[in-house]
Nanobody, 115 residues
Framework: QVQLVESGGGVVQAGGSLRLSCAAS????????MGWFRQAPGKQRELVAT???????NSGDSVKGRFVISRDNAKKTVVLQMNSLKPEDTAVYYC?????????WGQGTQVTVSS
């Protein structure tokens, strides 16, 4: 059974930084794409950033230039470095992993940015 376990959420002031990590465990399975989505109260889940196993990245317009995604294929981890955080970045952040015909989600980690 594959599990995605997030860590690194918390409370930070506007303008600050946080680093989210996600580790895949339970299988030798390799994800083609890993990344992060987020969901704020009353809103739909939205793309934050994704990265393929060859290193190609994609990110939502609202985080471009502020958030950086990286991954370590050998360790099956993906990291989201969040800089210049804004109150509107407050949400539950979910780790995401997609392979051939399968998709996995982490349990979510809360990020709160105070103004």
């Amino acid at each position: 059974q594959v599990q995605l376990v997030e860590s690194g959420g918390g409370v930070v002031q506007a303008g600050g930084s946080l680093r989210l990590s996600c580790a895949a465990s339970g299988s030798a399975f390799s994800f083609m794409i890993m990344g992060w989505f987020r969901q704020a109260p009353g809103k739909q889940r939205e793309l934050v950033a994704t990265i393929t196993n060859s290193g190609s990245t994609n990110s939502g317009d609202s985080v471009k230039g502020r958030f950086v995604i990286s991954r370590d294929n050998a360790k099956k981890t993906v990291v989201l470095q969040m800089n210049s955080l804004k109150p509107e970045d407050t949400a539950v952040y979910y780790c995401y992993g997609r392979g051939v015909g399968v998709t996995y989600w982490g349990q979510g980690t809360q990020v709160t940015v105070s103004s």
